[in-house]
């Protein structure tokens, strides 16, 4: 079983900047594909961004292009998402997810995750 924790989550005024941990219990990342996603209050949880381990490929929705950054360290076994410019709209709470065999090139449903964390809050207010 893989746990991944999340970490980084918090209070920042609107223009701000965070940047959101994830920490996996694994030996190696090498075959997985990481997804972020998030969930506001009354909505669904909804796709941010993906990297596949092996080759870095990355993706984006559209609503975080240019503002948000995934990344990887290999030797920490961590993602990252970087997240610049935030809005308001941003806020909510901020999942990590695991794909371990890298089944779709760039998953963005959450079917098609095996694992997930315990999620992290950002507020960003106005």
């Known amino acids: 079983q893989v746990q991944l924790v999340e970490s980084g989550g918090g209070l920042v005024q609107a223009g701000g900047s965070l940047r959101l941990s994830c920490a996996a219990s694994?030996?190696?990342?090498?075959?997985?594909?990481m997804g972020w996603f998030r969930q506001a209050p009354g909505n669904e949880r909804e796709f941010v961004a993906v990297i596949r381990w092996r080759d870095g490929r990355t993706a984006y929705s559209d609503s975080v292009k240019g503002r948000f950054t995934i990344s990887r360290d290999n030797a920490k076994n961590t993602v990252y998402l970087q997240m610049n410019s935030l809005n308001p709209e941003d806020t909510a709470v901020y999942y990590c997810?695991?794909?371990?065999?890298?089944?779709?090139?760039?998953?963005?449903?959450?079917?098609?995750?095996?694992?997930w964390g315990q999620g992290t809050q950002v507020t960003v207010s106005p």
């Open positions: 997810a695991a794909d371990r065999n890298s089944r779709y090139a760039t998953p963005t449903q959450q079917y098609e995750y095996d694992y």
């Open positions: 694994v030996r190696t990342l090498s075959s997985y594909t």
